[in-house]
């Protein structure tokens, strides 16, 4: 029995040892920045502070690299995540974005965090500190409401 575990323990350690060769790339593209939201939109400290704190990790290209992000297997699922979430919307790169795309997001950035679903559970199971407070939803949807009533000319 004992003999059995003792292979599994090494097993296992071989595995992870090889996974750690399988590097996901995990870099923050250059910002240029002309094309960030801030210079896009009005962007008050308040509703900056509340993006840099719960957003901007998976939302920017200023992604703060934990050391457990050059661990595999997180690394796999940190990448994944960012890679997404900048797919879908990236502030650093809000120029990118036609009016139409720009009202979209804004109407959904209020939308999902009403709905308590960003952040993502699994980035607030670690960063307890992202989380919404009901303030926090409350300022960012004024805020969306506003610019997007900006973009409308309203
Ligand atoms: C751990 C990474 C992570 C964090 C932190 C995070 N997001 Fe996301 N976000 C994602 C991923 C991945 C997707 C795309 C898949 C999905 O919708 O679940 C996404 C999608 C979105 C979308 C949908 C965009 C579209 O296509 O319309 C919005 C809006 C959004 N996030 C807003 C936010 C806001 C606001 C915050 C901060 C309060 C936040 N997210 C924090 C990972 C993250």
């Known amino acids: 029995m004992r003999k059995i575990l003792k292979w599994v323990v090494v097993a296992f ?6 996974a750690q060769f399988y590097r996901p790339a995990m870099t923050n593209a250059a910002v240029d920045p002309s ?22 990790d998976c939302h920017t290209n ?11 297997p997180a690394s796999w699922l940190l990448a994944q995540d960012i890679r997404e979430g900048r797919d879908h919307l990236n502030f650093s790169d809000w120029a990118s974005y036609d009016e139409e795309e720009q009202d979209l997001l804004l109407q959904n950035i209020c939308r999902i965090t009403k709905r308590g679903a960003m952040p993502l559970g699994n980035y607030l199971y670690i960063h307890h500190d992202a989380k919404l407070a009901e303030a926090d939803v409350t300022t960012l949807c004024n805020w969306t409401n506003a610019e997007r009533d900006r973009l409308n000319g309203k």
């Open 13 to 18: 350690a071989v595995a992870f040892v090889c």
């Open 62 to 72: 200023q992604t703060r690299f934990p050391w457990y992000s050059k661990v595999a």
């Open 35 to 56: 094309r960030t939201v801030e210079a896009r939109l009005r962007v008050t400290p308040e509703v900056q502070s509340i993006l840099k704190r719960s957003c901007n």
